[in-house]
């Protein structure tokens, strides 16, 4: 996708399609009424002819508007004029994405008003390049004729006086790093499991490694053995497909400066183990290493940003499979840490492939450590497909992560996890059960197991097990929660 910024009269574009705002009150855009006046009334007719509501979402396609040279003009609903603010413009300007997909524009120019204040402007640059490159986005690898039609090439954003060129260019390239990692997230994540296999994530990690110069380890089972990593080779163990360990560093900040570690969880398919989980859309559990797939994406942002911060990324990756020599309900393993856990659940097996790089981060002496999994089906029932659930044994590192999301449009929400809930964790055969309380409050019962792995640092969990996939009509990989995590290293790295 190209992006460019250009002045000059609106109506004497030499574009595709020219995309404005109209209010439900009918009021319009400052852009769309410079469109109309150079019309005489071409816009305002169509906004009274009741073809567009002008709520939030709606959108219409002109062709040929008489007295402007664009070859279309797309209206898209601000809604209502009073409540307008930053978050609407970028809602409307992706249904506005959504409804070029079915047009033949390649090429785009998005208006955008420069009396407003300048850190508004720049930050609308930003999501809406990452809206382009978020709608242009199809995966189509798997099909025998791929359907590239209708995706876009360009996006102009036109001024209409003076502004910071300089830094709407640096947005659109923190726009372009966080969709490029998005979109590899949601590749990662579209993937079928017969491909997606730990060793293609390993592969994955490596050609980054090569394309933005990070370090990468690959640790094999006979070194996840001599680690002691038992509990993650617990779940492996009912698969062919052997697991695998992913290390990435990147060497951005200071030399000896304490990394942000990042640990995503990377279960390429999920049937449950022996405790089986019902067909019904099974076929979903692919996306169940979203946590690896989220920090792969992140980690493509980092570089393409050369981001002045140290980071690493851990991916413990394997498949949860029933099978002759699967671990059983009632094992107990003794993780890297040294606990003993009785696994009483072999659905449960984040938790299991988790607690093990949480052990190994500490090796890192990280600043902060971030762990991203679709944890539970709880946290799908607590905030639904909306919201990411943070978890953290520090308040200010919650914090941190839940504005981060704010600034990215990537919501998340801070529960707790408060003792009583660790209390829950009890066995009568071992140290601690992979599962306690029984369904109340399994999201937060599951980040206290992780709490027990997380003592010597700080640390947040974040369950994207709602946030990371769509179901229904428009299944696929979200490729969230990349723009939080992106903003959060940003801010990090003070850029
Ligand atoms: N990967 C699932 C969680 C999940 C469920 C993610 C639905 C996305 C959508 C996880 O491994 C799991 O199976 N968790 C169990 C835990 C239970 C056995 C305590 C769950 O949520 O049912
Ligand atoms: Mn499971
Ligand atoms: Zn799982």
Redesign the pocket.
């Known amino acids: 996708m190209e992006f460019s910024i250009k002045g000059g009269d609106l109506s004497k574009l030499k574009t595709d399609c020219v995309v404005v705002g109209v209010f439900d009150s009918k009021k319009l855009s400052t852009a769309a009424t410079a469109l109309d006046k150079a019309s005489k009334g071409a816009i305002m007719a169509a906004v009274s002819s009741g073809d567009i509501s002008g709520k939030c979402g709606s959108t219409l396609i002109l062709q040929a508007v008489p007295g402007i040279t664009a070859k279309r003009v797309l209206l898209m609903g601000y809604g209502n004029d009073k409540e307008y603010n930053n978050k609407i413009f970028v809602a409307s300007l992706s249904a506005a994405f959504k409804a070029l997909k079915k047009c033949a524009a390649t090429d785009v120019t998005i208006p955008l008003n420069t009396k407003h204040a300048s850190a508004d402007i720049a930050w609308k640059v930003e999501q809406a390049a990452i809206c382009a490159i978020d709608g242009a986005y199809r995966f189509n690898q798997m099909k025998s004729k791929a359907d590239n039609k209708h995706i876009g090439k360009a996006v102009t954003f036109h001024l209409d006086g003076k502004a910071n060129e300089k830094a709407l260019y640096a947005a659109i390239k923190r726009g372009e790093a966080i969709g490029e990692g998005m979109n590899l997230t949601k590749d990662l994540g579209n993937m079928p499991p017969n491909i997606a296999t730990p060793a293609y994530l390993a592969s994955t990690a490596k050609d980054l490694a090569k394309t933005y110069k990070f370090k990468c380890t690959i640790l094999e089972k006979k070194d996840m053995e001599k680690l002691g990593m038992n509990t993650l080779l617990s779940v492996s163990k009912g698969s062919y497909l052997p697991p695998k360990f992913i290390v990435l560093e990147h060497n951005g900040g200071k030399k000896g400066a304490a990394p942000v570690v990042l640990v995503g969880k990377g ?1 390429t398919f ?1 049937t ?1 183990g022996i ?1 089986i ?1 019902p067909s019904a859309e099974m076929d ?2 692919k ?2 290493m979203q946590g690896a797939g989220s920090m792969l994406g992140a980690m493509k942002t980092v570089g393409m940003m050369k981001l002045p911060l140290n980071v690493v990324m851990l991916v413990p990756t394997c498949e ?1 499979m029933p099978g002759g020599n699967a671990t059983r309900p009632g094992d107990i393993v003794k993780s890297m840490a040294g606990h003993t856990i009785e696994i009483l ?1 072999t ?4 938790r299991l492939i988790l607690c093990d790089a949480l052990t190994y981060a500490e090796r890192f002496k990280p600043a902060v450590v971030v762990d991203a999994a ?7 029932i607590a905030l639904g497909h909306i919201t990411t659930g943070i978890f953290a044994n520090d308040d200010k590192l919650a914090a941190e992560l839940v504005n981060a999301g704010v600034v990215a449009n990537d919501a998340a929400w801070h529960l707790p996890m408060s003792d009583e809930y660790d209390a829950l964790l009890k066995s009568n055969f071992a140290d601690i059960p992979n ?1 306690s309380g029984g ?1 109340a409050g ?1 999201s937060i019962t ?1 980040a206290c197991f992780l709490g027990r792995f997380t003592k010597s640092y700080k640390w947040a969990h974040m369950d994207i ?2 946030t990371a ?1 769509k179901s229904g009509a428009d299944k696929g990989a979200t490729g969230r929660p990349v723009p939080l995590l992106a903003n959060f290293l940003f801010k990090r790295a003070g850029i």
């Open positions: 279960i999920d449950g405790s989980k979903e559990m996306y169940d949860n659940n659905d449960a097996e984040g679709t944890l539970t089906g709880a946290m799908v599962i369904r399994g599951a097990a709602g996939w």
